[in-house]
C-alpha cells in the first residue's frame, strides 16, 4: 500500500538534502537542508535509465506540491524523465536560513543543489511565478546542460508597465507585513485564483509548509525582492536574466493561463519577444495557478516526446510541389494603379448618414489611398511582424486597411464583433496586437475593458473624445501624413505571417487561425481557379471573410448595407442595390443571409429583380445548405449556377458542389459537399467503435471517419495554441478538421458531423446528420438536432427540434410529432430515437446563425430526461 504525504504525493518522493552554500548571503561553510519531491529514486528501483530531468521550480506563496502532476506522468511516460521539484529556501519544507534572499542568490542557491545533487545529462527546467525567472537564472548559468524551458505564467520584466495591482497592494507599508506574513492572506487569496477552485484536502496541503508567522519569512521577502524599479537591489540580476534570454536558443514552451491577474497576457508577449521562437499555448478560462487548473502534464510530455523545438517544421510542412507560385495579394492593385474604373463600391458608407449615396474608389484610387495609409502607419510606428487589430466594418476603411497592412509586411488581426464583448475581447487579448484600428464602437470597448495596442480611429475624432478613448491617430489623419511621404516598401517573405483570422466560436472558444502571405494568396488562387474568377469580375461581398479577396481578385467587390456581423440583416433589397451598383455577376453570401433575402424578397421592384437575373454565379459558404433552400435561390437568381463551398476558417475553401450535383447525388448518410477544390486532397482517418480516431488518411469509399484536408491554402498554425496545433497537424501534410464524413464512390465528400456529436451507442458510433436531415423532413419541423444522452459507450439518441411555428415553451414534444418523427428517423437511419424534445430556438454561432451547438443541448436534454430543469439554451450563444 502507497502511504500519501499530502494528497497525491507517495512517501517514496520526498527527501531531504543538505547543501553547501555558495550564495553571497551565508558565511562561508553554510550548509542547508532543502526539501524535494523526486522520482529519482523510484526510477532507480525500477531499474529505469531516464530520458532526461525536469527541474521544476515554484514561485510565491506555493512550493514542490506545485509539480506533483508533472512527478507522477513523469514516472508513468512511455519514456519516464526523472521529475525534481525543489523547495526553495525559506520556503515549502526547505531550511528558514533567517537571511533575506534575493534574486541572486536564490538563483545561485538552486546552482548549489543541482551542484550537490550531481545533476548530469540533459536538464529541462520548468518554473512558474518567481520561479520562473529564478530557473531561467539557472538555465542560463548551466546552458551546457540545457536542453528547454517551460514556463508558465511567469514574468522576466516590468515589461514596461506599472506592476500588477495586486502586488502593489502586497507591497505597500501599511499592507506587506500583515498580509504575507502576521497573517496568512497572500496566500488564501492565491489559493483563490484557482479555476475552479481547489479541493479542501488540496487547499490544505498548499498551506502546511506556512502555519505560523514565523514559517512565512520567505512569502513575505519573496514579495519584497520584487524588482519594480532599476533602484531596486535585485534590478540588475533582473535585467540580466531577461536580456540573457534573447540569446537563449533552446526550445522553449510557454504554457498561459489567461485570466491572471498579476502575470496577464503582456507578460507573454514579452516574454514571446524575447523568445520568438517557443511554442506557446493559452489556456482559455485558466488562471495563476495553472498547472492546478488544467492538465499541463500531457502538453509537457508530448513536448518532451517529439523532440522540443522538431515539431514546428513537421507539423506546418508542406511539400513543395504543393505550394502554388507566388504572386502577391497587392499585385492585381499594383498593376492597375492607373485604372480609372471602379474597385471598390461601400452601399453604407462609414459615417455617413442612413440613405447616403454610395461611395466609390477607382483601381487607382484605391491604389493611392492604400500607399498613402501605408506610408501613414509607417510613420505612426508600424513595422513588418507587427499584429494590427482592425475592429472596422467591410467596405473602403476596412480594404484599405488590410491592403496598407499587407503592403507594410503587418500582421492584420481579424475577430468578427458578432462574437460579443467578451468573445471579441477574449480574441484580441489572445493574439495581442500592437495596435489597434477601430469604429468608435470598438474603440469604446478597447478602453473600457483593457485591450492591448495603440489606438488608431477609423474616423476623425473630436479632440475631447480621441483622448477620452486613448486614440493616437486616426485613418484619415495617417492618409493625410502619408501624401508625400517616401517609404521604401520592403520586398515581403512569402512565408512570413500575414494574417490571424478567428473562428466563429461555434466549436468553443475563437481560435485564432495564423496565414502566411503564400497561404493567403493560394486561397485566392483557389477560389480564382475553382469558380474562373478572372480580373473583371464584378461581385457582391456579403459574407465577411470574402470582402478582403476582392481587390487580390482583380474583381470590383461591393459591400451590400447590412451588418456584417449579424448575415440576417441582409436583405433582398439591400442584395439587389449592390449588384445593381457594379453591374454584379457574382454573388458571395453566408446560409442564414439566402435565408433573410428570401424571406424579404417580396419588396423586390422589378429593376431589382433584373440585377438579380444578371447573377451567373451566388456561393454560399459557412453551414451546408438544404436543397429546397437553394431552389427557392434559384428562383430568385434564375441565371446564376448555385454553388456550396464547404470549408472553415483553417482551409477555405475544400470541396465545392453546385445545385445540380446535390439533386444528382440525392439522398446519403449525411451532407453529400462534393469533390475537392482546385489544389486540395481530401482523405479520412477511419473511426474504431468506440470513437477513437485513427492516424492513416484514406480514400476508402464509404468509410466514415475524421475529414483531413491538404492544401496550399490550409493555415499554417493555430495561434499561441500550441497543443490544438498539435493534434490537428498531428499528420505531417494534413489538417486535422474535426468533422466527421466520408467519401463515396464518385469520390464526393458527405459530412456526417462533428467529432465531438458523435453518439456512442452500446452498438457503436453513429454521426448524426442523416438522422437529423430526416427529422428535418417530417411537416412542421424548422431545424433537428440529433444528440447522445448519457455515459460514453452506453448512449441513447435524442432528438431535439425547432419547429417552424416555434414553440413558446421547451419540453417533450407532442405524441403525434414525435411518433411522425421517430418513424422517419428509423425508416431513414434504423436509429431508434429515446425521446423528442421541442424548444423555442436552437443554441447557434453567433457569426453564421446556423451552427447549432449540440453540446449545449445534449446537456440541457440529459438534465430535462432526468427529471430536472435546466435553462434552455437561448437562440444564440
Given at each position: 500500500m502507497v502511504t500519501e504525504l499530502w494528497p497525491g504525493v507517495p512517501e517514496s518522493w520526498s527527501s531531504f538534502v543538505q547543501v553547501p552554500s555558495t550564495a553571497a548571503?551565508?558565511?562561508?561553510?553554510?550548509?542547508?537542508?532543502?526539501?524535494?519531491?523526486?522520482?529519482g529514486p523510484d526510477l532507480a528501483a525500477a531499474g529505469i535509465e531516464p530520458a532526461g530531468t525536469l527541474l521544476c521550480v515554484h514561485g510565491n506563496p506555493t512550493w514542490s506540491y506545485l509539480w506533483r502532476s508533472l512527478i507522477a506522468a513523469g514516472t508513468a511516460a512511455e519514456k519516464p524523465w526523472r521529475v525534481i521539484a525543489v523547495d526553495q529556501l525559506d520556503m515549502g519544507f526547505s531550511a528558514r536560513t533567517g537571511a533575506f534572499r534575493r534574486l541572486e542568490d536564490r538563483i545561485t542557491d538552486l546552482g548549489d543543489l543541482t551542484s550537490a545533487l550531481g545533476l548530469d545529462g540533459k536538464v529541462v527546467t520548468v518554473g512558474h511565478d518567481w520561479g520562473g525567472l529564478i530557473s531561467l537564472g539557472w538555465a542560463l548559468r548551466h546552458r551546457g546542460q540545457l536542453a528547454g524551458v517551460v514556463l508558465t505564467n511567469t514574468a522576466v520584466h516590468p515589461a514596461g508597465f506599472d506592476?500588477?495591482?495586486?502586488?502593489?497592494?502586497?507591497?505597500?507599508?501599511?499592507?506587506?507585513?500583515?498580509?504575507?506574513?502576521?497573517?496568512?492572506?497572500?496566500i488564501r487569496v492565491t489559493h483563490s485564483l484557482a479555476q475552479p477552485a481547489l479541493a479542501k484536502d488540496v487547499r490544505a496541503a498548499f498551506s502546511a509548509p506556512y502555519r505560523g508567522a514565523s514559517r512565512r519569512t520567505g512569502v513575505s521577502n519573496f514579495v519584497a525582492d520584487?524588482?519594480?524599479?532599476?533602484?531596486h537591489p535585485s534590478w540588475r540580476a533582473l535585467d540580466r536574466v531577461?536580456?540573457?534570454?534573447?540569446?537563449?536558443?533552446?526550445?522553449?514552451?510557454?504554457?498561459?493561463?489567461?485570466?491572471?491577474?498579476?502575470?496577464?497576457?503582456?507578460y507573454l508577449r514579452d516574454l514571446m519577444d524575447r523568445l520568438p521562437h517557443a511554442d506557446v499555448h493559452r489556456f482559455e478560462g485558466a488562471s495563476h495557478l495553472l498547472p492546478e487548473d488544467v492538465d499541463i502534464t500531457a502538453p509537457v510530455f508530448d513536448w518532451l516526446r517529439r523532440g522540443p523545438g522538431t515539431e514546428n517544421a513537421e507539423l506546418r510542412g508542406r511539400a513543395a510541389a504543393g505550394l502554388s507560385v507566388f504572386r502577391p495579394m497587392l499585385a492585381e492593385l499594383d498593376e492597375r494603379d492607373g485604372d480609372d474604373s471602379p474597385a471598390v463600391v461601400d452601399m453604407a458608407p462609414l459615417g455617413a448618414p442612413a440613405g447616403s449615396a454610395p461611395a466609390t474608389l477607382s483601381w487607382a484610387e484605391l491604389a493611392t489611398r492604400v500607399n498613402r495609409l501605408a506610408a501613414g502607419l509607417s510613420a505612426a510606428g508600424v513595422r513588418p511582424g507587427d499584429r494590427v487589430n482592425l475592429l472596422v466594418p467591410p467596405g473602403i476603411e476596412l480594404t484599405s486597411l488590410i491592403y496598407a497592412c499587407l503592403r507594410l509586411g503587418a500582421v492584420i488581426v481579424v475577430a468578427d464583433a458578432g462574437l460579443g464583448t467578451k468573445g471579441l475581447g477574449r480574441a484580441i487579448k489572445g493574439a495581442g496586437p500592437k495596435f489597434i484600428v477601430g469604429i468608435e464602437r470598438g474603440l469604446i470597448g478597447a478602453r473600457l475593458f483593457g485591450w492591448p495596442g495603440t489606438r488608431i480611429s477609423a474616423e476623425t475624432l473630436s479632440p475631447a473624445k480621441a483622448r477620452l478613448l486613448g486614440v493616437t491617430h486616426s485613418v484619415p489623419g495617417l492618409i493625410a501624413a502619408g501624401e508625400d511621404a517616401e517609404v521604401p516598401w520592403l520586398r515581403l517573405d512569402p512565408d512570413a505571417d500575414a494574417a490571424v483570422l478567428f473562428t466563429s466560436g461555434s466549436t468553443g472558444p475563437a481560435k485564432g487561425v495564423v496565414y502566411t502571405h503564400r497561404q493567403l494568396t493560394a486561397m485566392r488562387d483557389a477560389l480564382k481557379n475553382t469558380y474562373n474568377l478572372q480580373a473583371g469580375t464584378s461581385l457582391v461581398a456579403g459574407f465577411a471573410p470574402f470582402a478582403l479577396l476582392g481587390p487580390a481578385l482583380g474583381a470590383t467587390s461591393v459591400t451590400p448595407d447590412m451588418d456584417v456581423t449579424s448575415p440576417r440583416t441582409l436583405t433582398a433589397a439591400a442584395l439587389a442595390d449592390a449588384a445593381t451598383a457594379v453591374g454584379a455577376t457574382t454573388v458571395f453570401a453566408s446560409p442564414a443571409a439566402l435565408v433573410n433575402v428570401l424571406a424579404t424578397s417580396?419588396?423586390?421592384?422589378?429593376?431589382?429583380?433584373?440585377?438579380?437575373?444578371?447573377?451567373?454565379?451566388?456561393?454560399?459558404?459557412?453551414?451546408?445548405?438544404?436543397e429546397p433552400l437553394l431552389a427557392r435561390v434559384s428562383e430568385l437568381a434564375p441565371n446564376a449556377e448555385l454553388h456550396t463551398p464547404y470549408g472553415m476558417t483553417e482551409a477555405l475553401p475544400v470541396t465545392d458542389i453546385s445545385l445540380e450535383q446535390i439533386r444528382a447525388a440525392g439522398a446519403g448518410n449525411g451532407v453529400c459537399v462534393g469533390t475537392p477544390v482546385s489544389?486540395?486532397?481530401?482523405?479520412?482517418?477511419a473511426l474504431a467503435p468506440d470513437g477513437t480516431v485513427g492516424d492513416t488518411p484514406l480514400e476508402t469509399p464509404g468509410l466514415t471517419g475524421e475529414i483531413l484536408v491538404s492544401a496550399p491554402h490550409v493555415k499554417d498554425r493555430y495561434d499561441r495554441l500550441w497543443i490544438t496545433e498539435s493534434k490537428s497537424a498531428s499528420l505531417p501534410g494534413w489538417h486535422r478538421t474535426g468533422d466527421v464524413g466520408h467519401l463515396d464512390?464518385?469520390?464526393?465528400?458527405?459530412?456526417?458531423?462533428?467529432?465531438?456529436h458523435i453518439l456512442t451507442t452500446p452498438d457503436g458510433v453513429v454521426t448524426p446528420v442523416a438522422a437529423e436531415q430526416a427529422a428535418e423532413a417530417v411537416s412542421g419541423v424548422g431545424r433537428a438536432a440529433v444528440v447522445g444522452v448519457g455515459p460514453a459507450g452506453t448512449q441513447v439518441p435524442v432528438a431535439v427540434l425547432e419547429l417552424a411555428s416555434p414553440v413558446r415553451r421547451a419540453?417533450?414534444?407532442?405524441?403525434?410529432?414525435?411518433?411522425?418523427?421517430?418513424?422517419?428517423?428509423?425508416?431513414?437511419?434504423?436509429?431508434?430515437?429515446?425521446?423528442v424534445l421541442v424548444l423555442p430556438a436552437m443554441p447557434t454561432d453567433i457569426r453564421h446563425n446556423s451552427k447549432i451547438d449540440r453540446t449545449a443541448l445534449a446537456g440541457w436534454a440529459g438534465q430535462l430526461l432526468a427529471g430536472g430543469s435546466a435553462p434552455v439554451p437561448g437562440g444564440r450563444k
Open positions: 548571503v551565508d558565511r562561508p561553510g553554510t550548509v542547508h537542508k532543502w526539501h524535494l519531491l523526486d522520482n506592476l500588477p495591482p495586486a502586488l502593489r497592494l502586497a507591497l505597500h507599508p501599511a499592507v506587506h507585513g500583515w498580509g504575507t506574513q502576521t497573517t496568512d492572506a497572500f520584487i524588482p519594480a524599479d532599476s533602484t531577461s536580456e540573457g534570454l534573447r540569446r537563449l536558443d533552446v526550445p522553449a514552451l510557454l504554457l498561459w493561463g489567461p485570466k491572471d491577474p498579476v502575470f496577464s497576457d503582456r417580396g419588396d423586390l421592384d422589378p429593376d431589382q429583380r433584373k440585377a438579380l437575373a444578371k447573377v451567373d454565379l451566388l456561393l454560399s459558404a459557412g453551414a451546408p445548405i438544404p489544389g486540395a486532397q481530401v482523405a479520412i482517418a464512390e464518385q469520390g464526393r465528400l458527405w459530412v456526417e458531423g462533428r467529432l465531438g419540453g417533450t414534444a407532442a405524441p403525434d410529432l414525435t411518433a411522425a418523427v421517430r418513424a422517419a428517423v428509423a425508416e431513414a437511419t434504423g436509429l431508434d430515437l429515446a425521446a
